[in-house]
């Protein structure tokens, strides 16, 4: 797995967490990478990516204003503040070589990690 996340758990409303993904056994620094989410009966969903150069992100509506994604050398991060029960989900850190621009759309990537759990309890 090239891809490995990091800092998931449970959290109630309002709270925050920060999840990390670290690139392994290869570099990242060239790709496009992005957070998705799947929730327990829900498809997959993008929440937010980030520029090669980090120079550009892109966010899904319903985390504007609340999640930041950054990145350095090999890692990417996504801070989520003011967490809601509907953010539970587990989240995926995935990377592409293909395209230029953040996609929203999980095809264009072409690593993924294996996810990690984020619970929002009310």
């Known amino acids: 797995v090239p891809l490995v996340e990091s800092g998931g758990g449970l959290v109630q409303a309002g709270g925050s967490l920060r999840l990390s993904c670290a690139a392994s056994?290869?570099?990242?620094?060239?790709?496009?990478m992005g957070w998705f989410r799947q929730a327990p009966g829900k498809e997959r969903e993008f929440v937010a990516g980030?520029?090669?150069?980090?120079?550009r992100t892109n966010y899904a509506d319903s985390v504007k204003g609340r999640f930041t994604i950054s990145r350095d050398k090999n890692t990417v991060y996504l801070q989520m503040n003011s967490l809601k029960p509907e953010d539970t989900a587990v989240y995926y850190c995935?990377?592409?070589?293909?395209?230029?621009?953040?996609?929203?759309?999980?095809?264009?990537?072409?690593?993924w990690g294996q996810g990690t759990q984020v619970t929002v309890s009310s």
């Open positions: 995935a990377a592409s070589s293909r395209i230029l621009s953040v996609s929203r759309g999980e095809y264009d990537y072409d690593y």
């Open positions: 056994g290869r570099t990242f620094s060239m790709h496009v």
């Open positions: 980030i520029s090669s150069n980090g120079g």
